[in-house]
């Protein structure tokens, strides 16, 4: 089964004043990525700019309306996805548990629709 | 009666059937349906041909072709089914077969209906559906809500394992300390609504040997877990006591008042023998002090012996440490009681959160209890009263209404008395 490792973090954790926290997670998640592929186990993945770059168009009865910001205003926001091919969904949560962070955070393990 | 024969064969071997075609086939819903189907197909041919050798094996066999037949229907490739035995049984091939020969797949079974991505109350629920056999209405009166919510429930329960894909395995040991927690409070909870009813011919009469069979499953396959072992110890003490839970006129009998010489006596042996291998391990947990509580009170030889309440308090003071909730509180203030007093029992019962305990009959019975024991009658016809408004079963119901009776009685007998 496929499934989408969304991950939800406080992004202030990574503004530090050198940058060395975010270059840290990225050889950290350069490394978990690398592991998946190694194992033919990583389908794709992306990892998204701060929830501050986000525009968010909704739709209410028809209309369209657009506003600066992520769709939901929480203090963790999603920082990126992982989407993974493994037998089930405890295999999942495990790699979602071995999943890089800086600090408190959440992974969100959602299968992908089968499409067969 | 070929309908009773039936009924009680589904009761006793429908976990293990339907553990296995849920195990074979990967699907709780197509087990579930398709052992219907067996069981209806059984309903119409056990009158006609008389009753199989083994109701089990017989179940089985139909319920499996059902469940191929079922999916050729829906039109699924059979992607994770092996290929369907050619040619398909014949009455009398299943009439021969062995019960003995169905895979044992309940405990993984348990292990699917209590993982963590359940929701955790359904988990006891889907459990004592499908492991159990308990009906839905059952199930739903046991845990006081109504029958449409709790099969709601289960729906979602199930519809989250297919879709969610969780494994029909029992996890790997890495996993076990997250994943036992949670088997195990499902069972304490699945057990404890069969342990309530004292006379054991309730709706729960007969998971009580469930309980039996499947924590001796579980202890088997976790030899080295404690709380396991401890709990498997916990279910052989109470279900020895269980022959002295009624007197003669069917009302219950108290702990402290059982004779001892009713108990029996190859349970308690096997439930020492288990909390011995638990305390070997040197891991100390709240099961193995709940199990040591009920082997303080297996160990009395005859009713001449006093109770053991001094070690029961002294077990239910380190089981706080672990487990500090409202009814190990409660559970608590009864041997406070025997030990250090009724007023004393009363200001911890009192300290309680009163709210929380509005519905739980036993809060009201001890309450009255103790009301009685200090003099104060008319307290404690009240509170007996707001025990018997629960509902409590039969046996309960006689026993608190003749505590109530002489409750009133003492009233009645001080306001007679000058002064």
């Known amino acids: 089964m496929q499934y989408a490792l969304l991950i939800y973090e406080d992004e202030a954790v990574y503004r530090d004043e050198n940058g060395r926290a975010w270059q840290e997670i990225i050889a950290q998640h350069e490394a978990f990525a690398g592991e998946l592929a190694e194992k033919g186990l990583l389908r794709g993945g992306a990892g998204l700019k701060t929830a501050n770059t986000a525009t968010t168009v909704r739709r209410t009865a028809g209309q369209h309306g657009l506003h600066d910001g992520p769709f939901a205003e929480s203090k963790e926001q999603l920082g990126g996805f992982y989407l993974i091919e493994v037998p089930d969904l405890d295999e999942a949560l495990s790699w979602a548990r071995k999943l890089p962070m800086a600090g408190d955070g959440s992974v969100e393990v959602r299968p992908v629709i089968d499409e067969d | 009666m070929a309908g009773s024969l039936l009924d009680q064969a589904a009761r006793t071997h429908g976990g293990r059937v339907i553990a296995a075609l849920a195990a074979r086939f990967r699907d709780l819903d197509l087990a ?80 699917v209906c209590c993982h963590p991505a359940v929701a955790p ?152 023998a288990l909390l011995h291998r638990a305390a070997r391990r040197r891991q100390p947990g709240p099961r193995q002090l709940q199990a040591a509580i009920h082997a303080a009170w297996c160990s009395r030889a005859d009713l001449d012996e006093p109770p053991p309440w001094p070690s029961v308090l002294a077990l239910y003071d380190a089981l706080l440490c672990w487990r500090d909730d409202r009814v190990v509180r409660l559970n608590r203030a009864v041997a406070v009681a025997e030990v250090e007093g009724p007023a004393r029992a009363l200001a911890e019962v009192d300290a309680l959160d009163a709210v929380a305990f509005r519905d739980f009959g036993p809060f009201h019975a001890v309450r009255a209890d103790l009301l009685a024991r200090l003099g104060r009658g008319d307290e404690a016809v009240a509170a007996y009263d707001r025990a018997l408004a629960l509902e409590p079963a039969p046996a309960e119901r006689l026993w608190l209404e003749r505590r109530r009776g002489m409750a009133l009685l003492q009233t009645r007998s001080s306001r007679r008395s000058p002064g």
């Open chain 2, 32 to 111: 579930e349906e398709a052992f219907a189907e067996a069981c209806l197909s059984a309903a119409q041919s056990w009158p006609k041909d008389g009753e199989p050798r083994d109701p089990a094996a017989w179940l089985y066999s139909v319920a499996q072709r059902r469940a191929l037949d079922m999916l050729r229907r829906r039109g699924v490739r059979t992607r994770l089914v092996p290929d369907p035995p050619s040619p398909p049984p014949s009455a009398e091939d299943v009439m021969v077969d062995d019960a003995r020969l169905i895979p044992d797949e309940r405990l993984r079974l348990i292990f």
């Open chain 2, 121 to 272: 109350d359904a988990r006891a629920a889907l459990t004592l559906r499908l492991v159990c056999g308990l009906s839905t209405q059952a199930i739903a009166r046991a845990f006081l809500v109504p029958e449409p919510t709790l099969a709601q429930r289960l729906v979602r329960a199930k519809r989250k394992i297919a879709e969610a894909g969780v494994p029909f395995e029992v996890p790997g040991p890495e996993a076990w300390p997250e994943r036992i927690g949670a088997v195990l409070s499902t069972l304490e909870i699945a057990y404890a609504k069969a342990h309530e009813d004292a006379a054991g011919v309730g709706q729960h009469a007969g998971y009580a040997q469930e309980m039996l069979d499947l924590t001796a499953v579980l202890a088997d396959l976790l030899p080295n877990e404690p709380e396991c072992l401890a709990f498997a110890a916990l279910v052989r003490y109470a279900e020895a006591r269980r022959p002295a839970r009624l007197d003669d006129t069917g009302a219950m009998t108290p702990l402290s008042e059982q004779d001892p010489a009713l108990w029996r006596r190859p349970l308690i042996i096997d439930a020492e």
